[in-house]
C-alpha cells in the first residue's frame, strides 16, 4: 500500500487506487463528471495546493517557493497525517498537472508526506 505522486491526466497504473487533485483549480475545458474518467482526478482537495500568490514565485525562485509551500502546509498537518496514514491500508494518489515533477509542488508534498511516516511510492 502507498501514495503514488503522478500528473494528473496521465494514464493511471494499475491498482493506484483514488486520485486526488492537489491543485487550485479544476482542469479547464473538462466537464465537472469527466474529470475521474479523463484521468484527473476522482477528489479535488485544494487544501494541499500552494496559494495562488505563491505560486507566481514558483518560477522565480525555486528554493524560495519550496519553502514558502512547506510552511504553508504547516496548517494541514491534520489532513497529512490522515493521508499518511490511510498510505499504509490502501493506494492511492496524490498529483497535479505540471509536466515536471522536479519543478512542480508535488515533488515538495513528496517529502512532507514522507515526513509525516506516509509510504509513497517509488
Not at 21 to 43: E, N, S
Request: hydrophobic letters at 35%; a positive charge.
Amino acid at each position: 500500500m502507498a501514495i503514488r505522486i503522478v500528473r494528473l491526466g496521465s494514464p493511471r497504473a494499475k491498482a493506484e487506487g483514488p486520485r486526488l487533485g492537489t491543485v487550485r483549480r479544476p482542469p479547464r475545458g473538462v466537464k465537472k463528471q469527466d474529470y475521474a474518467k479523463l484521468d484527473y482526478y476522482d477528489v479535488w482537495l485544494p487544501d494541499l495546493a500552494p496559494s495562488a500568490k505563491l505560486i507566481k514565485t514558483a518560477h522565480v525562485d525555486w528554493q524560495r517557493f519550496a519553502r514558502r509551500y512547506r510552511q504553508e502546509m504547516r496548517e494541514q498537518e491534520h489532513l497529512l497525517a490522515v493521508l499518511a496514514l490511510l498510505s499504509k491500508e490502501s493506494n492511492f494518489a496524490v498529483g497535479c498537472y505540471c509536466e515536471d515533477e522536479s519543478r512542480c509542488h508535488r515533488s515538495v508534498l513528496r517529502r512532507i508526506l514522507e515526513d509525516h511516516g506516509a509510504r509513497v511510492a517509488k
